[in-house]
């Protein structure tokens, strides 16, 4: 008897960022559900449950018998304290990443960052706070292509005390709305440059691209357009599919389940770049114009999961970041984390072209 009709798995628990990803667009999609349920195998979403502890699992994968697939820092965190995790694939979805400042700050280039002040988010009751670290790794970034350091800048920081998870995440009409996570806390860096504490600070994503035309603000310099990965290389890229050790231990078939509905999505998605942007958006809780300006014309050509090389030194090269800044505990081997069986198990199981 197989070790997956010996224990039957009752609940698979799913949890996604509100970014793009193709295990988002299978879970909209009912595709997710539909092939566990054939095994009688109900899913649920961890962000939306009731109980905060299970909530806070999104950032420390302490619950077992879930999937992830999102912001790699919180993946990594859990990894490197200790968590018994899986990386069983990873997504690169290029998306912008802006210094922004006023129009009148004087700032025109990176280099005129020197001396300026940065503002960036301190959440000191999150156990990650990764909104913290990919600001300092895009500022970091930016300032080494001028042959700059982080300590050339003044950093202000604006404290949160909200917690992640203090409240569910509600669906609006087919759209993950996120609660305490949200209040008092997003983008309190924006408000401290709109007042003129600080001098510049870092965004990302579709919120980014919206919120500079809105404000009107100067793009100094967007790290997620340049040519060399390492310095597009952040939380949302790449973007880590993971799942604990027991799951895949215990219901290895599932895991190949998820695989296999991550990349039916992406191929979906990929023939239908009109009907993805529309998904796309609920999943980032924007419209499709700002899907488009933040991650390209060709956003559905970049979901793809794969465990290939450029994927894995992005990783491992933010990993070695996240430690040199202490916002990890411990050094994270990427490839020792890697478990490719579910991988190759999906890629099996496709139809051969003819």
Same mark, same amino acid.
């Given at each position: 008897?197989?070790?997956?009709?010996?224990?039957?798995?009752?609940?698979?628990?799913?949890?996604?960022?509100?970014?793009?990803?193709?295990?988002?667009?299978?879970?909209?999609?009912?595709?997710?559900?539909?092939?566990?349920?054939?095994?009688?195998?109900?899913?649920?979403?961890?962000?939306?449950?009731?109980?905060?502890?299970?909530?806070?699992?999104?950032?420390?994968?302490?619950?077992?018998?879930?999937?992830?697939?999102?912001?790699?820092?919180?993946?990594?965190?859990?990894?490197?304290?200790?968590?018994?995790?899986?990386?069983?694939?990873?997504?690169?979805?290029?998306?912008?990443?802006?210094?922004?400042?006023?129009?009148?700050?004087?700032?025109?280039?990176?280099?005129?960052?020197?001396?300026?002040?940065?503002?960036?988010?301190?959440?000191?009751?999150?156990?990650?706070?990764?909104?913290?670290?990919?600001?300092? #790794?895009?500022?970091?970034? *930016?300032?080494? @292509?001028? =042959? +700059?350091?982080?300590?050339? $800048?003044?950093? /202000?920081?604006?404290?949160?005390?909200?917690?992640?998870?203090?409240?569910?995440?509600?669906?609006?009409?087919?759209?993950?709305?996120?609660?305490?996570? #949200?209040?008092?806390?997003? *983008?309190?860096? @924006?408000? =401290? +440059?709109?007042?003129?504490? $600080?001098?510049? /600070?870092?965004?990302?994503?579709?919120?980014?691209?919206?919120?500079?035309?809105?404000?009107?603000?100067?793009?100094?310099?967007?790290?997620?357009?340049?040519?060399?990965?390492?310095?597009?290389?952040?939380?949302?890229?790449?973007?880590?599919?993971? $799942?604990?050790?027991?799951?895949?231990?215990?219901?290895?078939?599932?895991?190949?389940?998820?695989?296999?509905?991550?990349?039916?999505?992406?191929?979906?998605?990929?023939?239908?770049?009109?009907?993805?942007?529309?998904?796309?958006?609920?999943?980032?809780?924007?419209?499709?114009?700002?899907?488009?300006?933040?991650?390209?014309?060709?956003?559905?050509?970049?979901?793809?999961?794969?465990?290939?090389?450029?994927?894995?030194?992005?990783?491992?090269?933010?990993?070695?970041?996240?430690?040199?800044?202490?916002?990890?505990?411990?050094?994270?081997?990427?490839?020792?984390?890697?478990?490719?069986?579910?991988?190759?198990?999906?890629?099996?199981?496709?139809?051969?072209?003819?």
């Amino acid at each position: 008897m197989s070790i997956d009709a010996a224990t039957p798995l009752d609940t698979l628990w799913y949890t996604r960022c509100p970014v793009p990803t193709a295990l988002g667009i299978a879970v909209q999609q009912g595709w997710l559900e539909q092939s566990l349920g054939q095994r009688g195998v109900a899913v649920r979403s961890l962000r939306e449950s009731q109980d905060r502890a299970v909530r806070e699992s999104h950032f420390d994968h302490t619950l077992q018998n879930s999937v992830r697939h999102g912001g790699n820092i919180p993946a990594l965190w859990a990894r490197a304290a200790g968590r018994d995790t899986r990386l069983i694939g990873l997504s690169w979805a290029d998306e912008t990443q802006r210094i922004l400042t006023l129009p009148g700050s004087g700032i025109r280039s990176t280099r005129d960052l020197k001396g300026r002040r940065f503002g960036l988010p301190k959440w000191v009751n999150a156990q990650i706070d990764f909104a913290r670290a990919q600001a300092i #790794r895009g500022l970091e970034n *930016a300032l080494r @292509l001028e =042959g +700059l350091e982080v300590s050339d $800048v003044e950093l /202000i920081d604006y404290v949160i005390e909200a917690g992640q998870s203090d409240e569910p995440a509600q669906q609006v009409a087919g759209t993950n709305v996120f609660g305490g996570q #949200r209040r008092g806390g997003h *983008a309190a860096e @924006l408000v =401290g +440059l709109l007042r003129g504490e $600080v001098d510049a /600070i870092f965004l990302k994503g579709a919120s980014a691209a919206h919120l500079a035309q809105l404000f009107g603000l100067h793009t100094v310099i967007d790290t997620g357009i340049h040519p060399e990965p390492l310095v597009r290389a952040n939380n949302g890229t790449p973007r880590t599919l993971t $799942v604990d050790a027991q799951l895949l231990d215990q219901h290895f078939d599932v895991g190949v389940d998820i695989v296999d509905q991550v990349l039916r999505a992406q191929d979906w998605a990929r023939a239908h770049p009109d009907d993805t942007r529309r998904f796309l958006a609920r999943e980032s809780n924007t419209s499709e114009y700002w899907v488009t300006a933040a991650y390209g014309q060709d956003a559905h050509q970049r979901l793809d999961t794969s465990l290939s090389a450029t994927n894995i030194a992005g990783l491992q090269d933010f990993a070695d970041f996240l430690l040199r800044w202490d916002f990890l505990p411990a050094q994270v081997d990427v490839c020792a984390w890697i478990d490719a069986r579910p991988f190759d198990a999906a890629l099996a199981r496709r139809p051969k072209a003819a």
